[in-house]
């Protein structure tokens, strides 16, 4: 009886320099969720039972992070598990068949993922009001056009 051979894929056989892209952009979402619920890295490890350098590392993707630990982390932050995968674009195949889209996404993860749009977003959030909310909306919008032209 012969044993099965091992498929053998390019991408996935192919020794990578680096952290996989996945894994940095759960860290990246690790970290934009943790921003906005104002935490530190230290208060958040402590809640894991991790240093804040595991943390840092989670959040650089250079640590993988098990499934249990995403798990874990959807409890403490309070999202579900699929927030960490969302928007997750990748310049291989999978954007081929559609599953990336290049749609203004990146600008608004580099502004949620800034200091000041993560600023930006825990006040509008905070804002209750309909209507003052579509104000500060159109201001904004007003701005941003007016800095094009």
Do not use: W
Request: proline letters at 5%; hydrophobic letters at 35%.
């Amino acid at each position: 009886m012969a044993k099965p051979q091992k498929a053998v894929t390019g991408s996935a056989s192919a020794k990578r320099d680096g952290p996989h892209p996945v894994d940095v952009h759960v860290g990246a979402r690790i970290k934009l969720r943790r921003m906005i619920l104002g935490l530190s890295q230290e208060s958040l490890g402590k809640a894991l039972g991790l240093t804040f350098q595991q943390i840092q590392k989670y959040e650089k993707g250079v640590n993988r992070i098990g499934a249990s630990r995403v798990f874990e982390l959807s409890q403490l932050l309070d999202v579900p598990v699929q927030f960490f995968y969302d928007d997750f674009g990748y310049g291989g195949p999978a954007q081929a068949s559609g599953f990336a889209e290049s749609d203004g996404r990146d600008e608004v993860m580099d502004l949620v993922n800034s200091p000041e749009g993560v600023q930006l977003c825990r006040h509008f959030s905070g804002i209750k009001d309909p209507d003052v909310k579509k104000r500060v909306l159109e201001l904004v919008r007003s701005i941003a056009e007016n800095q094009g032209s």
